[in-house]
């Protein structure tokens, strides 16, 4: 795993925003797993900016998104949907019948699980996997005791993932308790990982996934096993390490022709 701390959420986002413009210029038609929730909206934020004044495209880029609830319609503002539309679609230049997420209002959900695998397999696979963590170590919906195997499926959110949630939906009672989320061994199938983290309240998941065991109790700590992962923390984030001191050091060290940041700004 390579561990990047950045002073503060923008920061993190602009770092983040630099891997994935490296990947997009190396690979244009790069297929992108992409999350929702509060600690990606950075980087869509400057990924878009890239787009408007510098050129950045997403022309031929193929995308999939981790989850969406199930039984809310499409076009509910807090349906993942939703949040992909205005949060980042609608401000770059995707080919709209390239941008995938699950359909929670599938009548057959199995059927469509299966079939949102099967599109990510005929899409060449997941090049590049953009995760958040939840404060209990998930990734996408995959809740601890998850299968470290497991593919796109439903999932019962935990309590915690629901009262977290809560704030989007104005009251917990308003939190749909179930997700498709794709699961940890798909995410793991990703050419490369890139999880990011930020605030006091992501610490303990982010040093459990770090250093902690390998467990189904943690699912993120199944990226110890992932040979092409980058956390990229912001400081808050980052207080449970107790490496921190060496991650830094690789980091600074690290040769220039393994660099992918753009100089600072
Ligand atoms: C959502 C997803 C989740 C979130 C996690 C953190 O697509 O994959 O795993 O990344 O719940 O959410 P935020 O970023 O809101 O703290």
Same mark, same amino acid.
């Given at each position: ?69 199930? +039984? ?59 995760? +958040? ?37 104005? +009251? ?71 490496? +921190? ?21």
């Amino acid at each position: 795993m390579e561990i990047v701390i950045k002073p503060d959420y923008d920061a993190m986002s602009r770092c983040a925003a630099d891997f994935v413009e490296t990947s997009l210029r190396r690979k244009p038609d790069l297929v992108i797993g992409l999350a929702t929730g509060s600690t990606p909206l950075g980087l869509y934020r400057e990924l878009a900016r890239r787009h408007r004044e510098e050129g950045l495209s997403f022309a031929h880029a193929t995308t999939f998104n981790l989850d969406e609830y199930i +039984g809310l319609p499409a076009d509910h503002p807090q349906s993942y949907h939703s949040f992909m539309r205005e949060s980042f679609f609608r401000h770059v230049d995707l080919d709209a019948s390239r941008t995938h997420l699950p359909d929670g209002n599938a009548a057959d959900i199995a059927a469509e699980c299966a079939a949102y695998e099967a599109a990510i397999r005929a899409a060449g696979g997941i090049d590049l996997q953009v995760l +958040g963590i939840g404060n209990d170590g998930h990734i996408g919906f995959n809740e601890p005791s998850s299968s470290l195997r497991s593919r796109t499926r439903i999932k019962t959110l935990t309590e915690q993932t629901v009262r977290a949630n809560a704030r989007f939906f104005g +009251g917990a009672d308003k939190v749909p308790h179930h997700a498709i989320t794709v699961g940890v061994g798909t995410i793991f199938e990703a050419r490369q990982c890139l999880l990011l983290a930020s605030g006091p309240d992501k610490a303990a998941a982010v040093a459990a996934a770090v250093e902690g065991p390998l467990t189904a109790m943690c699912p993120a700590s199944a990226l110890q096993f992932h040979d092409a992962c980058t956390l990229i923390l912001d400081e808050t984030a980052a207080v449970g390490l107790k490496r +921190g001191r060496y991650y830094r050091y690789v980091y600074d060290t690290k040769p220039a022709w393994q660099q992918w940041e753009k100089p600072a700004r």
